[in-house]
């Protein structure tokens, strides 16, 4: 059963009965505990898959059968190491413990072996395992968060995890103690209505967790699962807030919230089917949906900026994470004295549609017209969509195999002026969008296996969490 939850401090934005709904049906019987699944993920589960022409019910992506990868290609970039023994990767994270000459680096993969603790302070290209946590089957981990200051790892399961379903399946959070790489302890486990991503807020002192697919249990009018809330203030007893945020996502309807990112001002940035739209969580704002100064929690936001995204322009409803360059990151991406202090959203498009050319392209967007809450109020019949300034897609560039079907953007990371991008199969792209209205594409390191999920830039190598390969670690030589 789940533990005692607590309700939000303030208004739910948006959602109305559908919200009534859930709260009703959370009481209930909807969290009579499942039976734990005996099994690895169905052939079911694997056809749910969040690109199959959009119905993004979760990540199964359509792998390209093993008999096309045969190809392989790499410019600007070169290996110099990684680990192979993270096959099944699916994110990382980076973690200092102590000071000066006793400073300890960490990297984390997680993936569907659970956790696993890597030291690359004496070797940063050679990451070596010193520390495991291990859950065979779990799912999906996708784009895990941490909070640095207590040490403490929260992840994220989806209800496919384990041989679950998103009909029926169990999900929630793993709150997992990393004071001790060499013995990484899990402190807690909460239920959760939504779990296929998790993170951090207000310093880690809420979680916000969204996805995939709605249950059984949830209104049959939503089209996805929106973000329920987590206090982890006491990480040994977490409290999730009874009413879900962020509904009526897409034109007004409750929706499928796949991931947040947080900017470097605070801002909370929710993607998902229906576009981007950006919270304060904390401090007085005025709230253009409410008309009204009031003060933003973790649990009852306040609607900043951000909406849909223009369907002339992209092949899908259906955004899957963002970047904001803005405050001390305002020098990372396009030029701010040209494009304004965050005046851009770097998006990414994930979908899979027939086709390479179709699958999901970065998209570059501005905010501009957006900061009334015109993303709030957002309906099929009075639509309202944010500006596309540039996109960038896979196929037929440089480097890309023309047999791969496997083509849609995933995660990425920015750094002076470069993002470096995952496009699944077809491997990690390094793209120049200092002017944004003309991504280019500067290097790539495709190997004949990829299935690059996420990369991150860490000192001068970006790191990549690769599902079928593990850990690849590469060193940029274009500049």
Known sequence: MLPRTSLPAGRALRGGAAVAAAVALMAGSAWACPPE????????????????GGGHAGHYHRADPAAVKKSEATKGVRRVGGVSDAKGAISLMFMDYGHGRHKRTIM??????????????????????VGQLNMPGMWETEDTDFDPKRKIIYLSRDPRAFGGNTQTGESGIYVVDASKPESLRQITYVKVPAGHTT????DCKYLWTGGPAKADWMPEDWGGR?????????PAKPKVHRKPIDTGRNDGKTDYTHDIQVDSD???????RG????????????????????????VDPVPYAGGGLDEATTNSAFMHNSYRAVGRTKNQAADPRRWGNGKLLYVTEETFNDGCANDGLLVIASLEGSYGGQGWRSTPEKPFRLHTVGTWGVAGKEGSDPESTDCSAHYFDVRDGIVVQSFYSQGT??????????PRQVAYYRPADAASWQPYWHGKYVYVADNTRGVDV???TFR
Request: aromatic share 10%.
């Open 474 to 476: 590469l060193e940029p």
């Open 275 to 298: 576009g981007v739209r950006g919270y304060h969580t904390t401090g007085r704002h005025y709230d253009p949906v409410e008309k009204k100064w009031r003060r933003a929690t973790a």
């Open 266 to 272: 605070g801002v909370a940035w929710a993607s998902g």
């Open 429 to 438: 792209r390094f793209l120049d969008v200092r002017d944004p209205t003309n």
């Open 108 to 129: 984390y993969a997680t993936g569907e072996f659970g956790l696993k603790a890597y030291d690359i302070t004496a070797d940063p290209k050679v990451p070596k395992l």
């Open 226 to 234: 929106p973000v329920w809330v987590t206090d982890v203030r006491n």
């Open 37 to 52: 699944p005996e099994n690895q993920q169905t052939t079911k589960a694997a056809a749910e898959g969040e690109g199959t």
């Open 199 to 202: 993170t951090c807020v207000n």
